[in-house]
């Protein structure tokens, strides 16, 4: 005979048995549409003209991102949270160095509260301005082709200010200096 305590616990296993092949049954007979997958660092805005975006810096100045129309601009999203993102900056900050005079600048899009980038850059200072992205949907780096919202995720603008390409996760130094490298021109 069973006691109560069993009796409750094999009731339940029937009711979660029968509910659960109910549930697969649905599933089966009114599938969830498929949601569409983008990879990492393939966006659909590749040749599409930058967007037109305002963004404060952290003194709170609104530039434009048309303000670094006619030259390079490699914009990294990135985040004070963000292991991957602190690893990549030295990176970033040496490819300003050495590219910088060349027509290329490099801009740090921090998706991240003010006084947490405000801390990270007083102990961690680059080379190359830093702008606050938005949170708010659609974000920022949605706005530039991040439809899967990782960070880092970067985006290289070519002078004519369309997308040249984008890149999810840590860019290597060979891609690095391979989107910064001066363009050679064809004779």
């Not at 305590?5 to 029968?18: D, E, H, N």
């Not at 967007?51 to 404060?56: E, K, M």
């Not at 708010?136 to 780096?141: K, Q």
């Not at 991040?146 to 985006?155: G, K, N, Q, R, Y």
């Amino acid at each position: 005979m069973l006691d109560r305590t069993s009796g409750v616990i094999l009731s339940l296993a029937v009711l979660a048995a029968v509910l659960g092949g109910g549930l697969a049954q649905y599933r089966r007979h009114h599938p969830t549409p498929a949601m569409p997958v983008v990879a990492p660092g393939e966006s659909t805005m590749i040749g599409q003209p930058l967007p037109s975006l305002t963004l404060a810096d952290l003194d709170g100045r609104v530039h434009a991102l048309d303000e670094y129309r006619s030259r390079r601009l490699l914009i990294n999203f990135w985040a004070s949270w963000c292991g991957p993102c602190l690893q990549e900056m030295p990176a970033l900050d040496d490819a300003q160095r050495k590219f910088g005079d060349q027509g290329v600048i490099v801009l740090g899009i921090a998706m991240d509260q003010a006084d947490h980038v405000r801390a990270f850059l007083a102990d961690q200072p680059v080379n190359y301005p830093i702008l606050l992205g938005s949170l708010d949907a659609p974000s920022t780096s949605l706005q530039l082709g991040d439809e899967a919202e990782i960070l880092p995720f970067s985006v290289l603008i070519g002078a004519d200010g369309r997308i040249i390409a984008s890149h999810a996760g840590m860019l290597s130094p060979a891609l690095l200096t391979r989107w910064l490298a001066p363009v050679q021109g064809t004779h």
